[in-house]
């Protein structure tokens, strides 16, 4: 590993389930500090990329760098894996992902939720997690909630909840799929403002997100990703002020409309 490296590089992924190919050969490169926003159609590969990123799914073909590190594979095609566990709990535990339906146990109370993986994966002190998770708690605005369970929070608190839950791993970079979708817009609102103010602290993330307002304020890449290829990217000025795709121009004046 080395630091000048990105944190994430991802080089010509290919990614089919059965015949269906949903990536065909997408670069994606995520440095210290960026925030990567993916854009694009229902069943244009983003979740999917994302997925891929973290070792959730297996790819087929290409390459995953985590910080100068490639994934070491074993077989090829439909049959390739990781070769290597180890690496692979590593890098998952290094990109902390940040799912649309939260994903919180629902039989434990939100702190509990949070102290779970550092304690219980990285075997971390159980006093010294629970002040960083009360921490990352207040952080995103529910220290209050610390003691109530899933069930008793806004869908809003409750994805704040996940939030807190990815950075208490201390993570090199925070992976969000989809963070706002399952929200209404006013509880969506205090979600983006946790997304900006990460962004503003120079975290490393990668977001897929329908809402385009948030990838042009806190973005310093978009990637608009069209039937699993890159179609166009850039600085987020030239994407939404400048596209030069008819696909991307189309795309935008969709979501404007809706």
Request: proline share 4%; charged share 25%; net charge negative.
């Amino acid at each position: 590993m080395t630091e000048t490296a990105p944190v994430i590089e991802i080089q010509n992924l290919h990614k089919s389930f059965g015949q269906l190919e949903v990536l065909k050969g997408v670069d994606i490169t995520a440095h210290r500090g960026d925030v990567v926003s993916l854009i694009g159609s229902s069943g244009s590969g983003k979740s999917t990329l994302l997925r891929c990123c973290n070792l959730l799914e297996d790819s087929q073909q290409g390459e995953i760098i985590f910080k100068g590190e490639p994934v070491h594979w074993t077989g090829s095609g439909s049959h390739r894996h990781p070769a290597d566990s180890r690496q692979v709990l590593r890098i998952r535990t290094n990109l902390s992902m940040v799912f649309q339906q939260f994903n919180l146990w629902a039989h434990m109370t939100i702190l509990q939720n949070v102290m779970e993986a550092p304690v219980t994966v990285l075997g971390r002190d159980r006093a010294e997690v629970e002040e960083a998770a009360r921490g990352y708690l207040d952080k995103v605005g529910i220290g209050d909630k610390c003691d109530v369970y899933p069930a008793q929070l806004s869908g809003g608190q409750q994805q704040r909840a996940a939030i807190a839950r990815g950075l208490c791993m201390e993570p090199e970079a925070l992976l969000f799929d989809e963070p706002t979708s399952a929200l209404d817009p006013e509880l969506e609102q205090e979600v983006i403002r946790v997304i900006k103010d990460l962004a503003a602290e120079g975290r490393t993330m990668i977001i897929v997100t329908h809402d385009m307002k948030m990838a042009a304020d806190i973005s310093k890449h978009v990637v608009f990703l069209h039937q699993g290829m890159v179609e166009e990217e850039g600085p987020p000025d030239a994407v939404f002020s400048s596209p030069k795709s008819e696909r991307l121009r189309g795309f935008l004046s969709a979501t404007q409309a809706a």
